[in-house]
C-alpha cells in the first residue's frame, strides 16, 4: 500500500503519527509518514508547520526521538 513503510528492528509495514498539540490538549498539527521515516525528520517538519500555521507558539517540549540530529 503507498504511504507505508517497513520498520526493520520491529519487522512491520506501517505508518507513524506524530501530533502537535498546545498545552491544553488542542491538536495543532497532524503528520501521517510511513514507518521508515525517521523521528528526527519527521520532527522538524511538524515544528515547521506549527511554525507557520500559529507564530505565536514560542516553545516545544518533545519526546526523546524528536533529536535534533540523527542516530549514528
Same mark, same amino acid.
Given at each position: 500500500?503507498? /504511504?507505508? =513503510?517497513?520498520?526493520? /528492528? !520491529? &519487522?512491520? +509495514?506501517?505508518?507513524? &503519527?506524530?501530533? #502537535?498539540?498546545? +498545552?491544553? =490538549?488542542?491538536?495543532?498539527? *497532524?503528520?501521517?509518514?510511513?514507518? #521508515?521515516?525517521?523521528?528526527?525528520?519527521? =520532527?522538524? +517538519?511538524?515544528? +515547521? %508547520?506549527?511554525?507557520?500555521?500559529?507564530p505565536? *507558539?514560542? !516553545?516545544?517540549?518533545?519526546?526523546? =526521538?524528536?533529536r535534533?540530529?540523527? %542516530?549514528?
Amino acid at each position: 500500500m503507498a /504511504g507505508q =513503510g517497513t520498520h526493520a /528492528g !520491529k &519487522r512491520i +509495514t506501517s505508518r507513524e &503519527r506524530h501530533l #502537535g498539540c498546545d +498545552t491544553l =490538549g488542542l491538536l495543532l498539527t *497532524v503528520l501521517v509518514t510511513a514507518v #521508515g521515516v525517521s523521528d528526527a525528520a519527521a =520532527g522538524v +517538519t511538524l515544528l +515547521t %508547520r506549527i511554525a507557520g500555521a500559529h507564530p505565536r *507558539v514560542t !516553545k516545544a517540549w518533545v519526546d526523546a =526521538g524528536y533529536r535534533t540530529a540523527p %542516530r549514528p
